[in-house]
């Protein structure tokens, strides 16, 4: 069916964002909150997905969950699971290289806060998880769902680490970018076009309505019944 | 009352301060960068002093020595930071009430009660970027205020301001501790302010207490 990379591809790109999210705010909490020894080697390591190749962070996947590999053998011996070539190794690919996109926005953030808003709520009775959930997201949101959509956008159109990890299997692990290179490999060029068409497609609008979204948030938003 | 005996090695001197609170309002007062906010700060629990002891009342807040350390949620001591530091993404109204915790007939007549003391009833659905320095800072002291603090500490109140304003605020700030009853411990470096605020005043310099300077 010529829809299944498509909605294979929704799917892998959505579950992929639940792990970013979670990683992505996490790290940038913890990494604005504590200072600690070799904080500069691992934001180095964060930011590594962005500027390895795709193709040689798949390597190093397969190299960490394939059936020798450290967390592989864990795995398979512990839970008797085997991720490698199958969808949830697309969704690690996905959240491993759209992760530090999540981070570094979400940062970029929560360090544009002024910390005496966190601090005003600390004095009001407020405990840490409040001031996060009622101070600190509110007014990194901006940048966190920027992080949301380009992580995304990413994760949609992961090719090299997918393919080393996920491999090629139609209807299984072929996702739209693996069916655009394998469609037009065929010569089969309408069908490679279809896809590009709807991958290009998708991430336009939602980064075009990631801008539409921040310049109507930046604008009149916060003079709610102000201007009376 | 209050007693703070604390050092806290800053980067360019070392804090050493030793107080007891004797009156209602005390003014510590000092050049910019001698150490005053960093006082405060510690008094409110927002940072940690390195060594010495705070201790309000019977309530031990800090205490190096048996590692005591009450997080500035439990202390019920009001802050205003010299910015004021309104909540931007709150209209004025969920600013003053996010310090109470549930909402009753009481803290329903403080709130009105304090609108109207600081006739600021009719700001209430306004976001910040629409306020004037004077109508935050008025803001900024209901929103500690409602928390129902037993100590209010206030970093620069009236800097920022002009000086017509400074002067009905300052009047205003008197008559709301009078009113509210709890003790006040204000930042200055405005001579001025110190004089006309403080009951009891120190003078600080590079962290240390020192003599009363010749024009207090």
């Not at chain 1, 909605?7 to 200072?35: E, P, Q, T």
């Not at chain 1, 360090?111 to 990194?140: C, M, N, Q, Y």
């Not at chain 1, 992580?151 to 090299?160: P, T």
Request: proline share 5%; aromatic share 12%; net charge neutral.
């Amino acid at each position: 069916m010529i829809w299944q990379p498509v909605l294979l591809s929704i799917k892998v790109a959505l579950a992929s964002l639940i792990f970013v999210f979670l990683f992505g705010v996490s790290f940038a909490y913890a990494m604005r909150k504590w200072d600690f020894p070799g904080k500069a080697a691992i934001e180095a390591l964060f930011a590594l997905p962005l500027v390895l190749p795709p193709v040689v962070t798949g390597f190093l996947l397969l190299i960490l969950i394939g059936k020798q590999g450290p967390i592989g053998c864990f795995l398979s011996e512990t839970f008797d699971l085997r991720i490698i070539f199958t969808p949830y190794a697309a969704v690690l690919a996905g959240t491993v290289v759209a992760f530090p996109l999540m981070y570094q926005s979400t940062k970029a953030a929560f360090l544009a806060i002024d910390s005496d808003l966190e601090d005003a709520a600390r004095t009001l009775g407020a405990g840490e998880w409040r001031v996060f959930w009622t101070v600190t997201v509110p007014l990194a949101w901006h940048g966190v769902v920027s992080g949301l959509v380009l992580s995304f956008a990413r994760a949609l159109g992961e090719f090299g680490a997918t393919i080393m990890v996920a491999g090629n299997i139609p209807g299984k692990t072929q996702t739209i970018p693996l069916a655009i290179y394998f469609a037009a490999e065929s010569n089969d060029l309408s069908q490679a076009g279809f896809y590009v068409l709807v991958i290009s497609l998708l991430t336009f609008s939602m980064i075009w309505g990631l801008n539409l979204w921040s310049r109507i948030k930046k604008e009149p938003n916060y003079q709610k019944g102000a201007l009376r | 009352m209050l007693s703070v005996d604390i050092v806290k090695h800053l980067p360019d001197f070392q804090l050493k301060i030793q107080f007891s609170m004797e009156s209602d309002v005390l003014v510590l007062f000092g050049p910019s960068g001698c150490g005053k906010t960093t006082t405060l700060r510690c008094i409110a629990g927002l940072l940690e002093p390195d060594a010495g002891r705070i201790v309000y009342g019977d309530q031990v807040f800090h205490d190096s020595t048996q590692k005591v350390f009450i997080p500035p949620r439990d202390r019920h001591i009001g802050y205003m930071f010299q910015d004021y530091a309104l909540f931007p993404h709150m209209n004025v109204q969920k600013n003053i009430w996010y310090g109470v915790r549930r909402q009753t007939s009481d803290t329903m007549l403080m709130y009105e009660k304090l609108l109207s003391l600081l006739k600021i009833e009719h700001l209430t659905q306004r976001y910040t970027d629409r306020l004037s320095g004077g109508e935050k800072q008025r803001i900024a002291l209901a929103r500690a205020l409602m928390a129902k603090p037993r100590l209010l500490l206030l970093d620069e109140p009236l800097s920022s301001l002009d000086l017509d304003t400074r002067l009905e605020l300052q009047q205003e700030l008197k008559e709301m501790q009078q009113l509210w009853n709890i003790p006040f411990i204000l930042v200055t470096h405005d001579p001025e302010e110190a004089k006309a605020m403080g009951t009891q005043v120190f003078f600080i310099e590079k962290g240390r207490q020192v003599e009363r300077p010749d024009f207090l």
